[in-house]
């Protein structure tokens, strides 16, 4: 007894092939944690922008993702300390219609999870002292984030004082550590990474009115080895070049730019022309 296939038994066969290669190729691509390390290790400068669906109107979303897609932006960062509206699913489809820049979802909250994303920073606000924002919040997201296509990349989130109270501050009843502490930050910073957090994400807050000082960047940057992201009232190209120069892997930028979406070509300009590796 032989087997005969038919035309059907085959387009069944094809089928399945394609599945079991697309799935071979999945596994083989790099995550976007690989994709970070390599980029560090070749000295790359990213930038960042950050959609709050909060602050961004509908009509700015579309200018900010055309102009992210001509400056050549790295990453998205979607969120808010505090999202009222039901804009993120919303925004996160058209950016995925729109171009294939991968998009983290950077939570402020249980409510701003969504599958659309590529990947979650699993943050832990280490600067501060809220054990619901250490582990309470993550024990409640795990079982259903561990059913995920998102990659999940944990984060040690460090607010850094920004000259005015922020609201991540204050919802998240935390004090941000001093402006001028270097040393307090290193240390954070360190005991963080022994945790075995992948990422370090030092946050001065939305619309600070003074972002994180280089020295206290270059000082953090020079002593963990994992990815370091900068961000919080940057607001000139000149600056997000500054913390790129002190040691800052990526910037991040939203308030800025949500008021002035055009800024988003200058500033990922400036980033990208400190990079070791030319975008
Ligand atoms: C805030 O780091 C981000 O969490 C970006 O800050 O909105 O001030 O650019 P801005």
Same mark, same amino acid.
């Given at each position: 007894?032989?087997? %005969?296939?038919?035309?059907?038994?085959? !387009?069944?066969?094809?089928?399945?092939?394609?599945?079991?290669?697309?799935?071979?190729?999945? /596994?083989?691509?790099?995550?976007?944690?690989?994709?970070?390390?390599?980029?560090?290790?070749?000295? &790359?400068?990213?930038?960042?922008?950050?959609?709050?669906?909060?602050?961004?109107?509908?009509?700015?979303?579309?200018?900010?993702?055309?102009?992210?897609?001509?400056?050549?932006? /790295?990453?998205?960062?979607?969120?808010?300390?505090?999202?009222?509206? @039901?804009?993120? /699913?919303?925004?996160?489809?058209?950016?995925? &219609?729109?171009?294939?820049?991968?998009?983290?979802?950077?939570?402020?909250?249980?409510?701003?999870? @969504?599958?659309?994303? /590529?990947?979650?920073?699993?943050?832990?606000?280490?600067?501060?002292?809220?054990?619901?924002?250490?582990?309470?919040?993550?024990?409640?997201?795990?079982?259903?984030? %561990?059913?995920?296509?998102?990659?999940? !990349?944990?984060?040690? #989130?460090?607010?850094?004082?920004?000259?005015?109270?922020?609201?991540?501050?204050?919802?998240?009843?935390? #004090?941000?550590?001093?402006?001028?502490?270097?040393?307090?930050?290193?240390?954070?910073?360190?005991?963080?990474?022994?945790?075995?957090? %992948?990422?370090?994400?030092?946050?001065?807050?939305?619309?600070? &009115?003074?972002?994180?000082?280089? @020295?206290?960047?270059?000082?953090?940057?020079?002593?963990?080895?994992?990815?370091?992201?900068?961000?919080?009232?940057?607001?000139?190209?000149?600056?997000?070049?500054?913390?790129?120069?002190?040691?800052?892997?990526? !910037?991040?930028?939203?308030?800025?730019?949500?008021?002035?979406? @055009?800024?988003?070509?200058?500033?990922?300009?400036?980033?990208?022309?400190?990079?070791?590796?030319?975008?």
């Amino acid at each position: 007894m032989y087997f %005969k296939p038919d035309s059907r038994d085959l !387009i069944k066969l094809l089928f399945l092939c394609k599945m079991a290669l697309s799935r071979i190729s999945a /596994d083989m691509k790099d995550t976007l944690y690989q994709q970070l390390g390599t980029g560090k290790e070749q000295g &790359k400068k990213d930038f960042v922008v950050l959609i709050d669906p909060d602050k961004l109107s509908l009509r700015n979303v579309d200018d900010v993702i055309r102009l992210s897609i001509e400056s050549k932006v /790295d990453y998205f960062f979607i969120g808010g300390s505090l999202i009222v509206n @039901s804009m993120l /699913d919303e925004i996160l489809t058209n950016l995925k &219609k729109a171009c294939n820049i991968p998009v983290f979802l950077f939570p402020g909250g249980t409510n701003q999870i @969504s599958y659309r994303a /590529d990947a979650l920073l699993f943050l832990s606000l280490i600067s501060g002292r809220n054990p619901d924002l250490l582990i309470g919040k993550h024990v409640e997201t795990a079982p259903f984030l %561990k059913i995920s296509p998102l990659e999940i !990349i944990s984060t040690g #989130y460090m607010l850094v004082d920004g000259g005015v109270p922020t609201t991540v501050s204050y919802m998240s009843n935390t #004090y941000p550590i001093p402006a001028t502490k270097d040393d307090i930050a290193v240390c954070t910073a360190i005991a963080g990474e022994f945790l075995g957090l %992948k990422l370090m994400y030092m946050d001065a807050g939305s619309g600070a &009115k003074t972002p994180i000082s280089e @020295s206290m960047i270059g000082a953090v940057s020079g002593a963990v080895n994992c990815p370091l992201i900068v961000g919080g009232g940057i607001r000139t190209p000149e600056k997000a070049a500054a913390n790129a120069r002190a040691g800052a892997d990526l !910037i991040v930028v939203g308030d800025a730019i949500e008021k002035d979406p @055009s800024l988003v070509t200058e500033m990922a300009a400036a980033v990208h022309e400190v990079s070791a590796v030319k975008v």
